[in-house]
């Protein structure tokens, strides 16, 4: 468990939360993606601006709503990762989607190479290892948290059908064809090694994403889960674990079949989309166990109305809190979601989960 002394009030409330340790507030956060940004500009700048309960940092004019650099996985046209897949994206400011897999053909496996775990990341290089050491320092004396978060969102289960491609990785599992366990050696020695480096340079908090569910259900049996993913997760997660490192995982989809498995493997604080779930799934599955950063209806945004949005995310909020924790919420907002429920996200999260006003997120003491 760590220590509260030194950190500031939003990491002490974080943590209270992931321990279940009787938090001040239930944190709420509303993500403006970039293409809302491009589209709406000093509109939903104005709403930003207006809740500094929500956006308590923001700046007038800290936003390009032009965005001239972007990630590649932003940009238009289509980009190569460095483990050679070639993304393609025809809306600049959304996420991209593999449109040509290297490994699509298991002919090209024994000429392709993985990138260097500790000289490139996905599009590039990894950071300095030794400044990472004195970042991270820096950030637990400002009294914030040693923050690990160096393997990108699908690293693992993802990966594999990034380098395969979807179908044909369901063929490899059904067959259990030994040159995916081959692929899953490569992967699983990466993204360790990688984790073992931000374990060195001090991470006291690590953060890992990759969507494991698909809208209903998982993609493949529990039971294959186990046999294919699990134990890369633990040889990944496990070290974070056994040094009593928070874990955070993001996962789009439904999980709720593997949730136990995830708290095996050290996950303290899930990140599980409330319609893929049910609100019921996660109250009944996940509540209590582990912490939950919950992922509010993006599906629902567009089409409700203000009040419908009131309705939906207080419900949400009343049905997963407790005084004890355990409860973090959290919004995206696609382009396809209006200024007017912008607002209505933004209003109803401040009303729901009790926000306090900044300079008393300053005042109270840890």
């Known amino acids: 468990m760590i220590d509260y002394k030194g950190r500031d009030n939003n990491t002490v409330n974080l943590l209270k939360t992931i321990y ?8 709420a956060s509303v ?22 309960k929500i956006f308590p940092t923001y700046k007038k004019g800290q936003t390009n709503f032009d965005f001239p650099s972007l990630p590649p996985l932003y940009e238009d046209g289509e980009h190569t990762d460095t483990w050679g897949t070639v993304w393609g994206n025809i809306a600049r400011g959304m996420d991209s989607m593999p449109i040509s897999e290297p490994l699509e053909d298991w002919a090209a496996f024994d000429s392709w190479e993985s990138p260097d775990p500790l000289k490139l990341g996905d599009w590039a290089p990894q950071p300095d290892w030794s400044k990472l050491s004195l970042d991270m320092e820096a950030s637990r004396e400002a ?54 480096q931000y374990l060195g340079a001090g991470a006291e908090f690590m ?14 049996r529990p039971e294959m889960w186990r046999k294919f993913v699990k134990p890369t997760y633990e040889a990944v997660m496990g070290p974070c674990r056994d040094r009593n490192i928070p874990i955070y995982l993001h996962s789009d989809g439904h999980i709720l079949e593997i949730i136990d498995d995830l708290i095996d493997v050290g996950v303290s604080m899930i990140n599980p989309q409330i319609r893929a779930n049910s609100l019921e799934g996660i109250r009944d599955v996940i509540k ?19 009040l419908e949005i009131s309705d939906h995310i207080h419900e949400a909020v009343e049905t997963l809190s407790a005084p004890e924790g355990g409860l973090c919420v959290g919004a995206e907002c696609e382009p396809d979601v209006s200024l007017e429920n912008i607002e209505a996200i933004c209003q109803a999260l401040e009303s729901a989960c009790d926000l306090p006003d900044p300079e008393y997120r300053k005042l109270i003491e840890n």
């Open 143 to 196: 009294g914030g948290l040693a923050r690990g978060g160096g393997l990108p969102h699908g690293f693992f289960f993802m990966r594999l059908y990034y380098l395969r491609g979807f179908d044909n990785l369901m063929l490899d599992m059904a067959d259990d064809d030994p040159r995916l366990w081959k692929l899953i050696e490569v992967l699983e020695h990466y993204c360790v090694t990688v984790t073992q």
């Open 31 to 52: 993500s403006i993606m970039a293409a809302t940004w491009m589209k709406y500009r000093d509109e939903v700048e104005s709403i930003v601006l207006a809740h500094p």
């Open 207 to 220: 953060s890992f994403g990759e969507d494991l569910g698909m809208q209903h259900a998982l993609p493949i």
């Open 20 to 27: 279940f340790d009787h938090p001040e507030w239930v944190d």
């Open 288 to 306: 209590g166990k582990i912490s939950i950063n919950l992922d509010l209806d993006r599906q629902l945004f567009p089409f409700a109305t203000p």
